[in-house]
């Protein structure tokens, strides 16, 4: 499994950032996939998550911000996230739930 995350950056409290997630090595239609953040100092924690249909759901820090999606046709999953905050500022992590990416790291100044 490999899941290649990029998009992270340097954003203003307010601003807009799009991540993406190239996934290779499973049956992408097959999984569920999911984003995960891990901020300093803290655990990482479960941001959003799409099934193979589809279906959404978010963690409550994030929901009506961010926006999960995925194209089975290119094996690819982002997260859309408007309205950053501070709070936001963490490496985010593509996940298939069992196996994790190596992380784009998303800094949100105020």
């Known amino acids: 499994v490999q899941l290649q995350a990029c998009g992270g950056g340097l954003v203003q409290a307010g601003g807009s950032l799009r991540l993406s997630c190239a996934a290779s090595?499973?049956?992408?239609?097959?999984?569920?996939m999911g984003w995960y953040r891990q901020a300093p100092g803290k655990q990482r924690e479960f941001v959003a998550g799409?099934?193979?249909?589809?279906?959404?759901t978010y963690a409550d820090s994030v929901k009506g911000r961010f926006t999960i999606s995925r194209d089975n046709a290119k094996n690819m999953v982002y997260l859309q996230m408007t309205s950053l905050k501070p709070e936001d500022t963490a490496v985010y992590y593509c996940?298939?739930?069992?196996?994790w990416g190596q992380g784009t790291l998303v800094t949100v100044s105020s």
């Open positions: 799409i099934t193979r249909s589809g279906a959404t």
């Open positions: 090595g499973f049956i992408f239609t097959m999984r569920a």
């Open positions: 996940s298939t739930f069992t196996d």
